[in-house]
C-alpha cells in the first residue's frame, strides 16, 4: 500500500495495491499488520458500517465529542466527494478541511483521526460507502457541523441543493460546537 499525507497531515490518503487483468481485479483492503506500519498510526477498529445513499445526499459533518472515533473509510461502488475537517482548537489547522473523490474505480482510502469531522457528498447515481471506526458509535456524544458553514468555506462543488437527513439540517456552525482542545 502506498500512504500519502494529505495537505492536513494526520489525514492519510491511502493507495492500496490492486491486482487486475481481465478478469476482474483483487486487493487487500485491510491489513492490520501493514496498515500500523504504514501509517504508524497502531489502533484497533471496533465497529465496521456499510451505507448506501443516492446521487446528491451529503452526510456530514459528522463527530463524536465523547468515545472519539477515528474513521478508514472506503467507496465500494459508485463515488463521493470526502471531507474531512480539523476540529481540534490547539491545532495549527483549525478550521482547515480535506476533500478527495474516493470511488470504486480508484481504490483509495481516506485515514481521519479522532478530533476530525467529516462528511461527504454522493457525485454518482448511488454510492456504497463503508469504515472502520476505532471506537463504537454513541448516540449521545454525536456531533454535527454545519456542511455549508461559511467559516470552513468547503468547496462541495454543488450545482444544487443536496439531499440531507433532519440530523443533518440543523448542523451547528462551528464558532458554537462543542470542539476538541
Given amino acids: 500500500m502506498k500512504v500519502i499525507k494529505s495537505e492536513l497531515p494526520e489525514v492519510l490518503v491511502?493507495?492500496?495495491?490492486?491486482?487486475?487483468?481481465e478478469?476482474?481485479?483483487f486487493y487487500e483492503s485491510f491489513n492490520a499488520q501493514a496498515f500500523a506500519e504504514a501509517t504508524g498510526v497502531n489502533?484497533?477498529?471496533v465497529q465496521d458500517n456499510h451505507s448506501r445513499s443516492q446521487k446528491g445526499v451529503l452526510r456530514g459533518l459528522h463527530y463524536?465529542?465523547?468515545?472519539?472515533?477515528?474513521?478508514?473509510?472506503?467507496?465500494?461502488?459508485?463515488?463521493?466527494l470526502d471531507i474531512a475537517v480539523d476540529i481540534r482548537r490547539s491545532s495549527p489547522n483549525f478550521g482547515k478541511w480535506f476533500g478527495l473523490e474516493l470511488?470504486?474505480?480508484?481504490a483509495k482510502q481516506l485515514w481521519i483521526p479522532?478530533?476530525?469531522?467529516h462528511g461527504?457528498?454522493?457525485l454518482s447515481d448511488y454510492a456504497e460507502f463503508l469504515y472502520k471506526t476505532t471506537d463504537y458509535y454513541t448516540p449521545s456524544a454525536?456531533?454535527?457541523?454545519?456542511?455549508?458553514?461559511?467559516?470552513?468555506?468547503?468547496?462541495?462543488?454543488?450545482?444544487?441543493?443536496?439531499?440531507?437527513?433532519?440530523?443533518?439540517q440543523v448542523g451547528k456552525p462551528l464558532a458554537d460546537a462543542d470542539l476538541f482542545e
Fill in 14 to 21: 491511502i493507495e492500496p495495491k490492486v491486482f487486475g487483468d
Fill in 23 to 25: 478478469r476482474g481485479f
Fill in 43 to 45: 489502533t484497533p477498529f
Fill in 64 to 80: 463524536q465529542i465523547e468515545n472519539a472515533q477515528g474513521k478508514l473509510v472506503r467507496v465500494t461502488a459508485g463515488s463521493v
Fill in 103 to 106: 470511488s470504486a474505480e480508484n
Fill in 114 to 117: 479522532p478530533g476530525f469531522a
Fill in 120 to 122: 461527504f457528498l454522493v
Fill in 142 to 168: 454525536e456531533r454535527c457541523i454545519r456542511w455549508n458553514d461559511p467559516e470552513l468555506a468547503i468547496d462541495w462543488g454543488l450545482t444544487e441543493e443536496p439531499r440531507l437527513s433532519a440530523k443533518d
